[in-house]
């Protein structure tokens, strides 16, 4: 059958108008008369200040709410109808075009301080996918550090070069350790843009919790090499690998509504779509030539390097000419969330100052209008946080008024003429009308998969994937709140020039809740919460009543934050077939192996690593200290004045042990070549009275004549044994 | 077999006790490297030890002495390997023990280690093509951004984050309080 392909460079330009012009329109459509009957329930009570605030608020968080829903329902007719036929993987003949790839593509992740051995096994799944699929000649692979800590550098050295060793990928698979992390994420991938970029057409990058297959990363280079106009195309990570109830919350949901509004996204955005920062191939030139972020002039949360670089690069290539689009339909790209609620709070507090940052370039010039309604709706997201937690305030200070006045609603018509309902009839019905469009998705969720009865079975079977939503519900239901006022606080933090700090993410087993950071962190949630049912409660138990779902989010969220962060609840709604997702209950090849290392992993570096493990071993063993070294540059010229200090460090870290130094101290050895050399000689030829407890200990474990390879079992060298 | 020696002998002199503390950190060091079997490590480890004594200078310790003459052997042995420029032997000894490591040389050739043996060819191509390196040849490119990405208008927008120091925080908390007072004054709260 002949397949109608679809050439980007043919889009004529009215297409996308008439598309958002359709989608503005389904929007408004459903959006005035509801800001209409809001308006309307507060002339009725009589017109003031607040009720006004009220209304612009209501009208903001209301678009806001009908925008995401249209999506879902966009996205859920053009499934029906075989899906959209503009769209990127539209553009490859993919029975036809299976031809070698021509082109150069480095596979780039930037990692900061992550588990060596999940950055590591990611890599090799992707790398031996690409080898099965007979691909991997004209890919290379780049691990880009930014690691600072010392035992995460070491132990990624090491996990690098038995990589290598395994896969026997010398001269493929590299790693990068920038001297200084300058610009961040944003930063290490322009230096390896620098170094290297003109080498490659094409970059996939990747995140350290990506994993993606190699059919998909050569569908991405294929859909390049077809189009020469594109610039960048996303594909859609699944979220997998979640444990606890949050993580396996958010994979549930995005993996059953994601189709449906990623379709949506689609339909309006096409070639003017937005970039994540991850998983997603970028054309090299273009992206280089135009994609360099300007320091934004002075500090504080508005200035200085721009955080979320993703998004702004999206517009930067735009503004330059080429297309950018979302592979909404491309399989095998996966990624990993947040196990908790407070990690994932903490990345959107990352992510918020970024997104504010955006306020800068929403006016910036050349921008496509897209780019600025993507720019637009980053700050929005968080903004409308503030925005309900204001809405809600109001709420309560309206009921508040209208008991003091101790008055009934007026007798007046309704100034929608043509309904005459009650007040109580309106109110519940515009409530109603909320509530339907948070059910939406869900709705056109499950109408799609009616289609799918195989799919429907790997979500466990319509009852259980029914009974998941409902969970889902609840407990987002209880979420939310509290998130409404993480961000609430952030963006107070943000404008009060409190800076952000680059937290690495806590993944797997790591990523578990605490009951003492759960009960600091919620505490004041809690008694918000209580403090708020009282008055409420005082005003008018029906106000209670009403906001009684939110108020329970604050009430509980010490306990609702412990236990959707705990790995145990999580199994066990696993093993009773809650919340399962494709890719857990039929997981594709790559995910099983992935989990199989893992545990394997896990089960050897059941130890956990001393505090100076990274500098211990990058000193004791001459493997990794000579893997180090190959890292590092020698200095041609080295000041006197550096030598002498770096002496007498050696001398201090040698006598004293690691505890004796300073943690940029212990930097500043380990990037010298010179004293890495030297301190691994030193350190041998010394006698063990002379020197401290913790190299005796490390010189004796050579001491057994047990057999060892190297880098032996995993992370062994690196864990301090 | 004789250990790969590495410069002239020089009389020794420590006592015996000391010498068995040099051997025993020799033989740590073989084995740090991998090198498999304890009659095969005792034996490289005596022989070192007897390269030691014999070169030991006066006063030196013989842990010292044994270690520095280790060492040696080492950089002599990967000398015989792998072509090295003669004037920095030190990144010789870099590449050589990732080039171990990475071709398990300890492990599959164990008997050559540090041995004067003809090594085998397949040792020899292994130790010569095996190696780490952070990316292919570096060919720069200029990446810097364009001069301008923000508007005018934007440049003003630090002002609406509140300053920093305490008299700006206080002014700026007082500003808000009175405003939300006279809101809901003026709402007729």
């Not at chain 1, 059953?256 to 937005?274: I, K």
């Not at chain 1, 503004?319 to 990690?343: H, K, M, T, Y």
């Not at chain 1, 008055?407 to 309904?419: H, M």
């Not at chain 2, 398990?104 to 090594?119: A, I, K, N, S």
Request: glycine residues 8%; contains cysteine; charged residues 20%.
């Amino acid at each position: 059958m002949q397949v109608q392909l679809f050439d980007p460079a043919q889009l004529e330009p009215g297409v996308g108008s008439k598309r958002r012009f359709f989608v503005g329109v389904m929007v408004l459509l459903v959006t005035i008369p509801a800001i209409v009957l809001m308006a309307d329930l507060h002339l009725r009570t009589g017109y003031d200040g607040w009720k006004l605030a009220h209304l612009v608020i209501f009208a903001v968080l209301f678009t806001l709410l009908v925008f995401g829903a249209m999506q879902a329902v966009v996205g859920y007719m053009l499934r029906v109808q075989g899906g959209d036929t503009i769209r990127i993987s539209q553009s490859v003949d993919w029975a036809e075009d299976r031809g070698p790839l021509e082109a150069r593509t480095a596979v780039v992740m930037p990692i900061c301080n992550e588990e060596a051995g999940r950055v590591m096994e990611g890599v090799r799944l992707i790398y031996e996918s690409l080898e099965a699929d007979g691909r991997l000649p004209g890919f290379d692979f780049f691990i880009l550090s930014d690691s600072n800590d010392p035992n995460c550098w070491v132990a990624e050295e090491v996990a690098w070069a038995g990589l290598v060793k395994e896969l026997g990928a010398a001269g493929r698979l590299f790693y990068r350790k920038r001297r200084g992390n300058v610009n961040k994420k944003a930063g290490n991938i322009a230096d390896f843009c620098r170094r290297w970029g003109s080498q490659y057409r094409y970059m996939v990058v990747l995140d350290a919790d990506s994993i993606m297959t190699g059919g998909a990363i050569v569908a991405l280079a294929r859909m390049m090499e077809r189009n020469p106009g594109v610039g960048l195309i996303q594909a859609v990570p699944r979220l997998v690998n979640g444990e606890t109830i949050f993580a396996r919350l958010q994979q549930f949901a995005s993996r059953l509504y994601g189709p449906v509004f990623t379709a949506g996204t689609n339909y309006w955005q096409l070639s003017e779509a937005n970039y994540w920062g991850h998983n997603a191939i970028i054309r090299l030139a273009p992206f280089i030539k135009h994609c360099s972020l300007p320091e934004l002039p002075g500090d504080g949360p508005f200035g200085g390097r721009i955080m979320s670089h993703d998004y702004v690069e999206a517009a930067l290539m735009r503004r330059a000419g080429w297309q950018v689009w979302l592979a909404a339909s491309i399989e095998g790209s996966f990624e990993e969330c947040p196990a908790n609620l407070i990690d994932f709070a903490k990345r959107d507090r990352r992510w918020l100052q970024g997104n504010l940052q955006h306020l800068r370039l929403v006016f910036g010039p050349g921008f496509h209008p897209l780019s600025r309604m993507h720019f637009a709706m980053g700050i929005l997201s968080y903004l409308a946080s503030p925005l309900w937690l204001a809405f809600l305030v109001l709420s309560t200070a309206i009921a508040w008024r209208f008991k003091a006045t101790g008055l009934t609603p007026l007798p007046v018509d309704s100034f929608a003429e043509l309904v005459t309902w009650r007040f109580e009839t309106q109110a519940v019905l515009l409530l109603s009308l909320t509530l339907g469009l948070l059910f939406v998705p869900k709705i056109f969720a499950l109408l799609d998969l009616r289609s799918r009865p195989e799919e429907v079975a790997a979500f466990g079977g319509w009852l259980r994937l029914i009974a998941g939503i409902f969970i889902e519900t609840i407990l987002f239901t209880l979420l939310a709140p509290v998130l409404m006022l993480f961000h609430s606080t952030f963006i107070v933090l943000t404008l009060c020039r409190r800076s952000v700090g680059w937290k690495t993410q806590r993944r797997g087993r790591d990523g578990q809740s605490d009951w003492r950071e759960s009960t600091a962190l919620h505490g004041t949630h809690t008694l918000i919460g209580i403090g708020w049912l009282a008055l409420a409660w005082w005003i008018n138990p029906m106000l209670a009543a009403w906001m009684s779902p939110i108020l329970a989010g604050f009430i509980l969220s010490i306990t609702v934050s412990y236990f959707t962060g705990r790995i145990a609840p999580g199994l066990v709604l696993k093993r009773a077939g809650l919340l399962t997702c494709p890719e857990e209950s039929r997981p594709p090849n790559e995910l099983v192996r992935l989990e199989e290392r893992l545990a394997e992993r896990h089960r050897q570096d059941a130890r956990m690593p001393g505090p100076d493990a990274g500098l211990v071993n990058s000193v004791a063993d001459p493997y990794v200290n000579a893997v180090h070294l190959s890292q590092l540059r020698a200095k041609d010229n080295p000041a006197p004045a550096n030598e002498a200090r770096f002496a007498e460090l050696r001398r201090k870290l040698l006598r004293q042990g690691p505890a004796a130094l300073a943690p940029r101290d212990k930097l500043a050895l380990m990037m010298d070549a010179e004293s890495m050399t030297e301190l691994h000689r030193e350190l041998w030829a010394s006698s063990t009275a002379d020197v401290a407890p913790v190299w005796q200990q490390a010189l004796t474990r050579y001491s057994r004549a047990e057999e060892k390879t190297f880098p032996g079992s995993a992370g062994e060298l690196a864990m301090g044994m | 077999m004789e250990v790969m020696k590495a410069q002239p002998l020089l009389a020794a002199a420590a006592p015996d006790a000391h010498w068995g503390v040099a051997t025993e950190r020799v033989e740590h060091y073989l084995r740090a490297h991998r090198l498999r079997g304890d009659d095969r490590v005792a034996r490289l480890a005596k022989d070192i030890i007897e390269v030691a004594r014999a070169r030991q200078r006066p006063g030196a310790e013989p842990v010292a002495a044994a270690m520095e003459t280790a060492e040696a052997c080492l950089m002599a042995w990967l000398g015989s390997l792998i072509p090295a420029d003669d004037h920095d032997l030190r990144p010789l000894l870099a590449k050589g023990r990732v080039a171990l490591a990475l071709g398990g040389v300890p492990d599959r050739w164990p008997e050559y280690f540090l041995r004067h043996h003809r090594p085998p060819e397949e040792l020899v191509r292994v130790m010569r093509e095996t190696g780490l390196s952070c990316g292919p040849r570096v060919k720069l490119t200029h990446m810097s951004p364009s001069p301008e990405n923000f508007a005018p208008a934007g440049r003003r927008l630090p002002w609406l984050a509140i300053s920093q120091g305490p008299l700006p925080r206080v002014m700026t908390g007082l500003l808000l309080t009175l405003t939300v007072i006279g809101a809901a004054w003026s709402a007729g709260l």
